[in-house]
């Protein structure tokens, strides 16, 4: 079993930052991949960033730019910096693992996720 806590979600003005963390605990594999989805209400949840156990990365097109995924390996813990926030970035935030994967991106795939941490942007 994985446990995943997630935490740094606030209410932020648009333009400004976050950094989103997520501690991983109990019988973490020796490869994985990480990633951060959020859902807003009445949408689907959808991939956001990912990482994998060397560093790889990968982004959606809407996040491109504004957002770094970083891990540091030695906590277990995995980041979220968030850069330029906007209205449409207002979403609950989850991190997720999972050991082997085809899609980073599908939240279908993981199947150890956090409890989630609200992001709110206003304009």
């Known amino acids: 079993q994985v446990h995943l806590v997630e935490s740094g979600g606030a209410s932020v003005q648009a333009g400004g930052s976050l950094r989103l963390s997520c501690v991983a605990s109990?019988?973490?594999?020796?490869?994985?991949?990480m990633g951060w989805f959020r859902q807003a209400p009445g949408k689907e949840r959808e991939g956001v960033a990912s990482?994998?156990?060397?560093?790889?990365?990968a982004y959606a097109d809407s996040v491109k730019g504004r957002f770094t995924i970083s891990q540091e390996n030695a906590k277990n813990t995995l980041y979220l910096q968030m850069n330029s926030l906007e209205p449409e970035d207002t979403a609950m935030y989850y991190c997720?693992?999972?050991?082997?994967?085809?899609?980073?991106?599908?939240?279908?795939?993981?199947?150890?996720w956090g409890q989630g941490t609200q992001v709110t942007v206003s304009s």
């Open positions: 109990g019988d973490m594999y020796k490869s994985y991949y």
């Open positions: 990482i994998d156990r060397s560093g790889s990365t």
């Open positions: 997720a693992l999972e050991e082997t994967l085809i899609n980073p991106r599908s939240p279908d795939e993981y199947t150890y």
